[in-house]
């Protein structure tokens, strides 16, 4: 039972860590580059109104809901496109990179939308070998310290293998903690630092579905591929299911925090709701944006017009 488990943990913790390394980080399609003519035209100009002019007329079709903290479309003037929400520019790849995590230096490569579940999963199958070996090993190092185990050379690779095998197990399972707290508030690394900005201002949990439907959207709807590294994340990692559309429980009271916020970004030129959210699997289970008809416009205006008279008369 034992060699069977060390060798099952030890070929999952190979097979995560490859795909870890070797998936290339997903960047952004080509509907969100310049087109020839704005690209000239937004390297001709020099005022910085005039290029945000020219990247919202550009943006105005893309599902984009996130900004700088100055408002500004996101451009990434390295790689000439306009930066999907959730994408960074990363630099030790040179490129963009979809819902961008970090870049770590011991995979040698960028965690994001297309790795991040492989990230995942090769840190919980390191954590599971590590305290398979120091479990293993426990035994043996005991008898080290009371000195039943044989005077032989080996006893200091026992003790050598123990300490190893403890120390990595503590440091991955701060690092696996702190990443499934993430995935339970739908969050990125980047964005618990710097929390995206939408048009009633930052809001570090935009992106929150609830903890089950931020679980989907990383693992996949089918729970018998999880533990296996097989990308099953949902969408394109272009377009992200927003508080826009369905609000947690736990989002209320931020959400009631920005409506003050509100007022003072009125006549910025952001989308009043996401293109394609409302089909998303994610939340299909939950109430959809229902389209407003101009004739229910100008009946929903004429009752507030009509409350409004009648407290002040």
Not at 41 to 57: A, G, T
Request: aromatic share 14%.
């Amino acid at each position: 039972v034992y060699l069977v488990v060390f060798h099952l943990s030890f070929v999952m913790f190979v097979w995560s860590y490859g795909k870890t390394i070797f998936t290339s980080p997903a960047t952004p399609s080509n509907e969100f580059c310049l087109s020839k003519a704005d690209k000239e035209q937004y390297e001709k100009e020099e005022r910085p109104e005039s290029q945000q002019e020219i990247l919202r007329r550009a943006a105005k079709d893309l599902p984009i809901y996130t900004t700088t903290a100055s408002r500004a479309i996101r451009y990434c003037d390295r790689c000439q496109l306009i930066k999907p929400d959730r994408c960074h520019h990363c630099s030790a790849c040179d490129v963009c990179v979809l819902k961008m995590d970090h870049h770590c230096p011991w995979v040698n490569n960028c965690v994001g939308f297309s790795n991040y579940k492989f990230f995942l999963l090769f840190l919980m199958y390191s954590l599971l070998y590590c305290l398979f070996v120091a479990a293993t090993v426990l035994q043996y190092f005991i008898k080290f310290w009371t000195n039943e185990l044989p005077d032989t050379h080996a006893k200091f690779h026992v003790l050598f293998l123990f300490f190893v095998a403890a120390m990595f197990f503590i440091s991955i399972l701060s690092l696996f903690s702190y990443h499934c707290w993430l995935v339970g508030k739908n969050r990125s690394t980047i964005e618990t630092f710097r929390a995206p900005t939408f048009r009633n201002g930052p809001d570090k949990n935009g992106f929150s579905l609830g903890c089950s439907k931020n679980l989907r959207e990383v693992f996949g709807d089918e729970k018998k591929y999880w533990l296996l590294p097989i990308f099953t994340s949902l969408g394109d990692g272009c377009n992200f299911p927003t508080r826009l559309v369905i609000m947690d429980p736990e989002q209320l009271a931020v959400s009631s925090q920005n409506e003050p916020a509100k007022s003072s970004v009125a006549n910025q030129s952001f989308p009043t709701r996401p293109l394609s959210e409302s089909q998303n699997r994610l939340l299909s289970g939950d109430c959809q944006w229902v389209e407003t008809g101009p004739e229910e416009e100008n009946v929903k205006s004429g009752a507030k017009k009509h409350i409004i008279v009648s407290l002040e008369s």
